[in-house]
C-alpha cells in the first residue's frame, strides 16, 4: 500500500511538527512529500545512514524557495549589485566541502573554544544580572539572541558597530530556507543581504590591510592567496556565503534554542537546583533540550544512486527530506520520547547537528554557549516560566524556532 504524500508547507505541519511527524513516524519509516515530490526520512537509524553516507546522498541541493514570479525583477536587480550566490559548507561535497571546512576549522577548535568560554561566561553574567524579577519579559530578546551575537562576532572578528546589524541579516539569510515569504518580504530580505555582502566586504578588504583576531582576517588572506587563480569576484562569491552560514549557524539556531530550551524546563525548579550543586548537569540538560528542540529540523540530500530505504525504492537525483526533529523522537531508540529526561542513558545520541562529514562545524561553540548559560542562569535564578501565550514560531519546516518567547524570570 502506498503512503499518502504529506504535505510539509500545510499549517497543520508547520503549527504542529510534532503531532505531524510523531503520526507519520507511526505510518512509515519513508515516504513522499507534496507539493514537492521529496521523499521524508523519519527514522533515527535511517536518518543517521544518511548523514555518514555522503556519496550516496550528496548535499548539493538548494534549501531556498525559489523566489516568486511576481517579483523576480525586482529581486535580480538587488542582486545584481552583489555577488552571485554559491555554495559554501552546507551545500558542497568533497573535496569543496573538505577544502571551505578547512579554511574555518581553527576558530572552532576545542582550544579556541576553551580560550573563548571566559569571555562568554561574561557576557552570559551580564545579561543574566539584567533580567528582571518577576516581570514578563521576551527573553529570547534579553538573553538568547544577544549572548550568540556576542559569541559568534568574537569568533569572526566583526567590528563592534556591526553586531547589531546580526539579527537583521541571519533573519533575511533563513527566510527563504523551508519557508515561502510574500513577494514584499521577499525583496526586503534581497535588500539585507545585499547591505551584508556590501558591509561584509568591507570587512575582509579592512583585514587585508590591518589583519584583527578572528575568522574574517583568515579569509580576508584567503583572498590574496587565490586572486591569481581564481579571480577576486569568484572567491569573494564563495566567502560572503561561508560568511553567511557562519553567521546562521552562530547566531539564529543557538538563540532559538536556548529560548526553547527554557520554554521545556525552565520552570522547573529543581533543574536549577541540580545546576547550581553540580554546574556539569547542564551538560545534559543542553543534550536532552537539543534532542527536544532542534532547531534544524530537517536536513535536504540528493540521491547519486538508486537506492532503498526501509523498503521504499528511490531513484537517482531524487531530494531527501531527513527529519532530524523525528528521528530525535523515535521512540524505538528513546522511551518515553516526548517526555524531559537529561538522566537518560543515551542523552547523547541526539543527531540535532547532524552528523558524518557535515556535522555542524558550530556544534562545538553552540554547546559550550548553551552550558555556560545555563550555568549563569542557575546561579541567579529559582525558575523561569514561559507565558502561556509565549509566542510564535518561525513558519519553516527546515529551520524552526520561537520568534520571540514571553516568560517571567524569578530571581534568586
Not at 519557508?179 to 587585508?208: C, G, H, I
Request: some cysteine.
Amino acid at each position: 500500500m502506498t503512503t499518502p504524500a504529506v504535505n510539509i508547507r500545510s499549517d497543520e505541519f508547520l503549527d504542529t511538527p510534532v503531532e505531524c511527524l510523531a503520526h507519520i513516524r507511526q505510518q512509515a519509516a519513508v515516504c513522499p512529500t507534496a507539493p514537492d515530490g521529496w521523499m521524508l526520512v523519519t527514522r533515527h537509524d535511517l536518518v543517521k545512514q544518511i548523514l555518514l553516507d555522503a556519496e550516496t546522498y550528496s548535499s548539493r541541493v538548494s534549501k531556498h524557495s525559489a523566489p516568486p514570479a511576481e517579483a523576480a525583477d525586482e529581486i535580480a536587480a538587488i542582486r545584481a549589485q552583489g555577488w552571485p550566490y554559491t555554495s559554501a559548507l552546507g551545500g558542497s561535497d568533497a573535496p569543496q566541502h573538505t577544502k571551505h571546512r578547512q579554511m574555518v576549522n581553527k576558530a572552532f577548535t576545542p582550544r579556541a573554544l576553551q580560550s573563548l568560554e571566559p569571555l562568554v561566561r561574561q557576557a552570559a553574567e551580564d545579561l543574566a544580572s539584567a533580567l528582571p524579577d518577576g516581570v514578563e519579559i521576551d527573553f529570547q530578546a534579553e538573553f538568547g539572541e544577544p549572548l550568540p551575537v556576542w559569541a559568534i562576532s568574537k569568533v569572526l572578528g566583526l567590528p563592534m558597530e556591526r553586531r547589531n546589524d546580526i539579527r537583521r541579516w541571519s533573519t533575511a539569510a533563513i527566510s527563504t530556507i523551508g519557508s515561502n515569504p510574500t513577494p514584499e518580504q521577499w525583496v526586503k530580505f534581497e535588500e539585507d543581504l545585499l547591505d551584508y555582502q556590501l558591509a561584509m566586504k568591507a570587512v575582509l578588504d579592512a583585514n587585508r590591510v590591518d589583519p584583527q583576531p578572528g575568522v574574517i582576517a583568515g579569509l580576508a588572506q584567503a583572498i590574496a592567496d587565490e586572486d591569481a587563480a581564481e579571480g577576486e569576484g569568484v572567491q569573494m562569491s564563495l566567502l560572503l556565503t561561508l560568511l553567511r552560514e557562519l553567521v546562521v549557524a552562530g547566531n539564529e539556531t543557538t538563540g532559538k534554542f536556548i529560548a526553547e530550551a527554557i520554554r521545556i524546563f525552565g520552570s522547573d525548579e529543581t533543574v536549577w537546583e541540580r545546576i547550581r550543586e553540580n554546574p556539569d548537569f547542564a551538560v545534559v540538560v543542553v543534550e536532552e533540550a537539543l534532542r527536544l528542540s532542534s532547531p534544524t529540523q530537517s536536513i535536504m540530500r540528493v540521491t547519486t544512486k538508486d537506492v532503498v530505504l526501509d523498503g521504499v525504492a528511490i531513484p537517482k537525483g531524487t531530494q531527501i527530506m531527513a527529519s532530524l526533529a523525528s528521528a530525535n523522537r523515535d521512540e524505538v531508540v528513546y522511551d518515553e520520547s516526548n517526555r524531559f529526561d537529561p538522566d537518560r542513558d543515551n542523552v547523547r545520541q541526539h543527531l540535532a547537528f547532524g552528523g558524518g562529514a557535515h556535522m555542524c562545524i558550530g556544534a562545538g561553540l553552540a554547546r559550550m554557549e548553551s552550558i555556560v548559560a545555563l550555568q549563569v542562569l542557575a546561579e541567579q535564578v529559582t525558575s523561569i516560566v514561559a507565558s502561556a501565550d509565549s509566542g510564535a514560531y518561525s513558519r519553516s519546516f527546515i529551520i524552526r524556532g520561537p520568534l520571540e518567547m514571553r516568560a517571567t524570570v524569578h530571581r534568586r
